[in-house]
T-cell receptor, first 113, second 114 residues
Framework: GDSVTQMEGPVTLSEEAFLTINCTYT??????LFWYVQYPGEGLQLLLKATKADDKGSNKGFEATYRKETTSFHLEKGSVQVSDSAVYFC????????????FGTGTRLAVRP | DTGVSQDPRHKITKRGQNVTFRCDPISEHNRLYWYRQTLGQGPEFLTY????????KSRLLSDRFSAERPKGSFSTLEIQRTEQGDSAMYLC????????????FGSGTRLTVV
């Protein structure tokens, strides 16, 4: 079945540092890929998505590129802020998963002032 | 667009009691999903509806769990004879047509079984 693997956290960075959170996936066919963010005490919010190979999703300074050859969808941001501290989830929706999202385990990001 | 609403936000119950959660999706969304999230894990799919039809249920959804969406609008998730292992965050989400567009999640109901 479909699966998503994320780098384990926590990831601790200083403000203005460069962020990468790795995500790789296993799926049949051509899944759609997502990054969700969960701030403390809140539900998940869609951060960005990409629906086909080589697409780049971007939002709020975050970017991720759908790489079919490496089955990856790594999240990047050039300069993190304290307000980016949250848990980030990579997810996919694919042919074999029907119409549901399969999530990774999440990566906690803590940004120090 | 008031977002996806879930009620209650928190529920503490004694083992063996029944609990019911409610989800109000975004009004124009015809798909509604229930997920469960335990500490340190990603959300796990439980079930989803298109309008009032329940189209898929996970194996995680034991016979103690039942979900309804009687008029294709709000949904309820009931857990009978709760167990300590049911303690989790229960998340509801809705979408327009397909998960390919991404869901809108509610803030969740945190269940603690004591």
């Amino acid at each position: 079945g479909d699966s998503v693997t994320q780098m384990e956290g926590p990831v601790t960075l200083s403000e203005e540092a460069f962020l990468t959170i790795n995500c790789t996936y296993t799926a049949t066919g051509y899944p759609s890929l997502f990054w969700y963010v969960q701030y403390p005490g809140e539900g998940l919010q869609l951060l960005l998505k990409a629906t086909k190979a080589d697409d780049k999703g971007s939002n709020k300074g975050f970017e991720a590129t759908y790489r079919k050859e490496t089955t990856s969808f790594h999240l990047e941001k050039g300069s993190v802020q304290v307000s980016d501290s949250a848990v980030y989830f990579c997810a996919l929706s694919g042919f074999s998963s029907g119409d549901k999202l399969t999530f990774g385990t999440g990566t906690r990001l803590a940004v120090r002032p | 667009d008031t977002g996806v609403s879930q009620d209650p936000r928190h529920k503490i119950t004694k083992r063996g009691q029944n609990v019911t959660f409610r989800c109000d999706p975004i009004s124009e969304h015809n798909r509604l999903y229930w997920y469960r999230q335990t500490l340190g894990q990603g959300p796990e799919f439980l079930t989803y509806f298109q309008n009032e039809a329940q189209l898929e249920k996970s194996r995680l959804l034991s016979d103690r769990f039942s979900a309804e969406r009687p008029k294709g609008s709000f949904s309820t998730l009931e857990i009978q004879r709760t167990e300590q292992g049911d303690s989790a965050m229960y998340l509801c989400a809705s979408s327009r047509d397909s998960s390919n567009y991404g869901y809108t999640f509610g803030s969740g109901t945190r269940l603690t079984v004591v």
